[in-house]
């Protein structure tokens, strides 16, 4: 059991180009996050799903893009690079809705653009 | 707005030398309240969740409390395996599972 997985671990872009981080879970949870972590801040909401088909803005959306075409996968687009997107992402998942089910965690991925 | 903060930012123990981290939260519909570990270069890993003011859960040297108003994280006895940092969270009404994330307090506890 993998738990969640993400691709590349690390990642350089240059100002202006575009990339997608991997994220895939093989939990079968419908609800799947993707946050960035900054030096000295709390995680922050880039993006949720709660389920394949259906995905919605969180804190910090703009200068990314997300679709749910699987339960398992939920992959995060960079179009058009900037500085400010240099981060570590984290990618999440959980069970249903209805209880306070924690979020379980993928390894992040580092990405520096310059 | 729902806000979490933890403080202090960073603490550094003895081993052995018990003591507490804080994590205040905005008080609006609090429907959890969420404790994570994170180590160097990994993602955050699940350690608690309360729900209600008067709650208490342990796990080893760790022993997390609950208020109306704040949580506490207890470390008792630290060893130098627990140095992380440590992230709390709060789920607030009206959200779907989505979690605020406090700052996170780095703990050093050295030999």
């Known amino acids: 059991n993998a738990g969640v997985t993400q691709t590349p671990k690390f990642r350089i872009l240059k100002i202006g180009q575009s990339m997608t981080l991997q994220c895939t879970q093989d939990m079968n949870h419908n609800y799947m996050y993707w946050y960035r972590q900054d030096p000295g801040m709390g995680l922050k909401l880039i993006y949720y799903?709660?389920?394949?088909?259906?995905?919605d803005k969180g804190e910090v959306p703009n200068g990314y893009n997300v679709s749910r075409s699987t339960t398992e996968d939920f992959p995060l687009r960079l179009e058009l690079a900037a500085p400010s997107q240099t981060s570590v992402y984290f990618c999440a998942s959980s069970p249903e809705q209805g209880s306070l089910y924690e979020q379980y965690f993928g390894p992040g991925t580092r990405l520096t653009v310059t | 707005e729902d806000q979490v903060t933890q403080s202090p930012e960073a603490l550094r123990l003895q081993e052995g030398e018990s003591s507490s981290l804080n994590c205040s939260y905005t008080?609006?519909?609090?429907?959890?309240l969420f404790w994570y570990r994170q180590d160097p270069g990994k993602g955050p890993e699940f350690l608690f969740t309360l729900y209600s003011a008067g709650e208490e859960k342990e796990k080893e040297r760790l022993k997390a409390t609950l208020t109306k108003k704040e949580s506490f994280l207890h470390i008792t006895a630290p060893k130098p395996e627990d140095s992380a940092t440590y992230l709390c969270a709060g789920r607030f009404s009206g959200g779907y599972n989505k979690l605020i994330f406090g700052a996170g307090t780095r703990l050093a506890v050295h030999p």
């Open positions: 799903s709660v389920g394949a088909g259906i995905t």
């Open positions: 008080v609006s519909g609090l429907r959890g």
